[in-house]
Every structure is written in C-alpha cells, then in structure tokens.
C-alpha cells in the first residue's frame, strides 16, 4: 500500500529550538510538496520539488525554514529557530497524478 | 488574494440528505479541480476531480459539477452518511504547475445519524 510517510507524528519544542520534519513521498513520484495547516490560514503551500529540484519556495520565511531534497526518498523541512507562531500541522505530499498526502507532523513550539 | 472561495464553512445535514459544497475561483489558468476530503488527525486524501473539458463526474455517492462560465465548481454528497462526516477542501491548479494546488478554506460537514 504506497503511502507518504512522515515523522515525527507530534512534536513540543521550545522557543528557539530546531525542528525537522522528514518525508518519504510514494516511490516514483516526482513532485513533493510541503503544506502547513492552521485554523486560521487553512493550507498553505510552503515549498515543491520537482525531480529533487526546489521549484517554488515563496511561501515559506526564507530567514528560518529551508527545505531540502537530499535524495528521492526524503525530503525535509527545518525550521530554526522555531517560534510560537510556527505550531501548526506540517504535510507532505507526493503527486505523480493525482497529489498524496502524508498524516502530517503536528508542531507545538512552547 | 485568495484565488479560490469556499462556502459553506460548515454544514449540517442529517443522514440520507443532500450535501452540497460550492467553491468559486478567480483564475482563468486552473485547469485542474480536485476535492479532498480530511478526517481529524489525519491528512487530505483526494475523493475526486474535474477538468474544465466536462461539466459533471460522478463517483459513487459523490459529485462534481462544474461551471466554466459561472467559475465556480461544487461538491454534492448523496445520501450523506455519518462516515462522510469530515472536512472537505476544493482545490485548484494550472496546468503544467506540477499540481500545486491553491485549496478553499474548507468545509466542516456533519451527518447526522
């Protein structure tokens, strides 16, 4: 049963800390994207992958989120240093037709 | 801007009745327009989609109908079931955009039994 997977599940950090959230998108899919969802902005688009390229990232603050693509199998998103402000519910999605989403990494930054 | 309006933000129905979720867009270039339908905890998971080419598609209980002139698209649920109780999100992308989905602010929808 192909699958996006993401760890962690749940995640409690401090203000100030690092945080990576990691995925693994369907095998043979060749778009990833990362979402944020909050109750107030609904789903946001923060960054995409095509072929491990980074093709858009405008929706993410480029001073302390990066996301990365080491190799066709994971993709990351890092935040340092994390804020209050960032505790929302980060997906992943793969497409290759249709768009996939993981479970998400829920995110409460203290 | 938001390119793409949904409405109702939630919705009451009881079991056996008609769900019906409207969502309008702004951008001519969508080419794309899916549903996801979100259980709590878990993430959006596609239920079905269209393309500007047809005005309806059917799969199962579930309905697109699509209005190219109007721009607006719509979700309809027949004989709504508990289980259909859920969040449902429109969504929309151009085409060569490697679907990257600009979503509706989503609807909660509750069946009751």
């Known amino acids: 049963d192909a699958r996006v997977t993401q760890t962690p599940r749940h995640k409690v950090t401090e203000m100030g800390q690092e945080v990576t959230m990691r995925c693994q998108p369907i095998?043979?899919?060749?778009?990833v994207f990362w979402y944020r969802q909050t109750m107030m902005q609904g789903l946001e688009l923060l960054a995409y992958f095509r072929n491990r390229a980074p093709l858009d990232d405008s929706g993410m603050p480029k001073d302390r989120f990066s996301a990365e693509m080491p190799d066709a199998t994971l993709a990351t998103l890092k935040i340092q240093p994390s804020e209050p402000r960032d505790s929302a519910v980060y997906f992943c999605?793969?497409?290759?037709?249709?768009?996939?989403f993981g479970e998400g990494s829920r995110l409460t930054v203290l | 801007q938001q390119q793409v309006k949904q409405s109702p933000q939630s919705l009451i129905v009881q079991k056996g009745g008609i769900s019906i979720i409207n969502c309008a867009y702004e951008?001519?270039?969508?080419?794309?327009f899916p549903w996801y339908q979100q259980f709590p905890g878990k993430g959006p998971a596609l239920l079905i989609a269209?393309?500007?080419?047809?005005s309806e598609k059917k799969e199962g209980r579930f309905t697109i109908s699509f209005n190219k002139s109007a721009k607006q698209f719509s979700l309809h649920i027949m004989d709504s079931q508990p289980g259909d109780s859920a969040t449902y999100f429109c969504?929309?992308?151009?085409?060569?955009?490697?679907?990257?989905?600009?979503f509706g602010s989503g609807t909660q929808l509750t069946v009751l039994p």
């Open positions: 951008n001519t270039a969508f080419d794309y």
């Open positions: 269209i393309r500007p080419d047809v």
């Open positions: 969504a929309a992308s151009k085409a060569g955009s490697a679907r990257q989905l600009t």
């Open positions: 095998l043979g899919h060749n778009t």
């Open positions: 999605a793969s497409g290759g037709g249709g768009l996939f």
